[in-house]
């Protein structure tokens, strides 16, 4: 070890310390940077960070239709099976037979939050919502039938 | 009998019961305790006699040095919390036969030596004071022992560096030996 | 203006008006004792708070804020939680010295009390060779680790005090080296002395580069002794769970929790009365007008706020940097500190010879 690598290692090791104290003195000097909610406080007027996920939702419009074509992308998709997709038979007004989902199940205690299914939908029929006070007394409850009864497949979404 | 007395007298019974404790104690780590609790008492005494220098350096020598290296050791080879074998009879007759001639000795000694009042002046023992004597090559100065205890330690750690790097040299030869033999084996 | 040496010296003349001599010691000790006492209390509940609120806002959190306003009073919560708790000793503990290990930890650590002046002559005794006091029964505390890590009879706990043994007993050169630096400028060893060199600056304005680089050093040495992240190689909560105090709980981990907390206390104590003057104020060269208002705060005032101020800097190390690995802090200790500190040693020796300083 020679003498000019020596004193560098000192100067090095200083200044990314000083550095690292720089850091902490300024999150210390400027509490404005706490990020800490006061949860059941704040409930009302709760501000989550906009990719926080805390459960899958299938969106639906006022006139009770979904987008969800029952491709079972994201039960394919879903690393720890917490999606099923059952089908059923549906008439069309020609008269013709097509295939539609009588129910996507969900399994919220399953689910790891990780959005895969979320990214494979091809037609954006799911997406993470941000509810997360999800204690039931029942299991059964997190079991969950994400399509609204008697919901249709939005037209156009193929 | 005043209040400095009471003090003499209760660390005289600190040092000794914990002396008598950590010779018939028959855990080793124990034994190391007491030892030190010992070595506390003669740096109260000192403390007491008002040799504050001599009552810190036999703290930082004795009880944080080599009470600290003897617990080291035992940490390091001797299962801890085991009770040591009992000894045998004749063994112990002995050390008391030791112990008693070598209390006789010592109490002989004392009791026969007339203790004369010095006459010299009294130093302060401020660290000035020290030092100088610590480093005085007249009479009654301490430069010699000084000087040896301090050749002493260098040959202490010149003898250790010696040691340990003639072990690590050994390493090296072996594992340079094992890594050729692994392609003549193969 | 009353001051701390006023209020001890009413105390004493009174008491020595009441009673003969030796009853003025007995009840002088006594009151000294309650008032060590009452300090470590205090010290133990402010500095918990301290550090968790440090803590908290250089991770971007809140911290506690439930007991008390702002959560001020979390660490009398705390208290009250550990005093009713059970203390358990494990069954295949040393019984002996598992309870008493705790004890030896405080009791070192009320003997280090002992010659810090507080304010401007206030002091519990002024002993002649005070730093090298300090430094040796401060070599005691290590025992107290190595009684609770066997004593326990687990594995973790011998671990961890396997290696506090190492890590205090070798950063304790460095320590004393860098205490030595500020000995030689002075020429005694008698913190009242100390003091007084100082009242015209403080040592690490006197001293140039050399003493602050001492100064660098003692802290780094310091914060390794007390066994404080990034040098919690005894406790490492990540490898060793607790480390020495692994089995301890109730009052006797409090004991343990409690001494870390006035040992960092006292080293930040004498490093603020080597290196920062202690209880003097500070004063800069000839602005009189300056010098001037700074004598008019107390002097324990200059003495605490140079503390905190020490202790608040040992916290920020806490909370910014990982924890080292055993060699890191071998090697940081043996290749840097101590070569370092030796150099710089020769260099503060040959400068109190010329009479560099000022």
New interface residues.
Partial sequence: MNAGKYIRD?WNGFTS?LK??K???Y??TH?K????Q?YPDNRNDLKLPERFKGEVVMPHNEKNEHRCTGCQACELACPNGSIKVIFKNELTPEGKKKKAIDKLVYHLELCTMCNLCVEACPSDAIKMAQTFEHSVFDRNKLTKILNKPESKIMDGVE | MT?STIIFYLLAALTLVSGVLSVTTR?I??AA?YL?FTL?GIAGIYFWMQY??IA??Q??VY???I??LI??SI?LTQQ??EKLPKQKMERKIFSALAVFCGFALTMVQVLQHEFPVSVAPVTS????DIGRQMLNVEESGFALPFEVISMLLLAAMVGCIVIAMREKRENLNTEQKNIKRIPNDT | MWSFSDIANNIHNWLSNQFNT?WT?IFEMLIAGVCVIGLFALLGLVLVIMERK?SA??????GP?RVGPKGMFQSLADTVKLMVKEGMTPW?A?K??FNLAPFIAMIVAMLLLAPIAFASNFQLWD???GV??V???S??S??SI??AG?AS?NKYS?LG??RS?AQI?SY?LSAGLSILAI?VLT???RFSTIIASQADGWWIFKGHIPVIIAFITFIIAVTAETNRAPFDMAEAESELTAGFHTEYSGMKFALFFLAEYVNVFIVCAIGATLFLGGPMPLHIGLWEGFNHAMDYIPSSVWFFGKTFFLIFLIM??R???PRLRIDQLLRLEWK?LLP?SMINLLLITAMAILKWHF
């Fill in positions: 000192i310390l690292g104290m850091r902490t003195g999150y210390f509490h940077e706490i990020i800490t006061q | 209040g855990h780590f124990r305790i030190l506390i504050e220098f810190a350096v703290i930082v009880a944080g040095g009470a600290v617990i080291f940490f801890a919390g023992p401020s660290v000035n | 030796t010691m440090v806002w250089m991770q971007i959190r809140l804020n295949g040393d002996t010295l002993i002649n060779i090298l006091y430094s040796a029964v070599s005691l290590v025992i190595l009684m066997w009879n011998l005090a396997m043994g007993v304790e000995i020429g005694d060893l920020w190390f909370w910014t940097f840097y370092i």
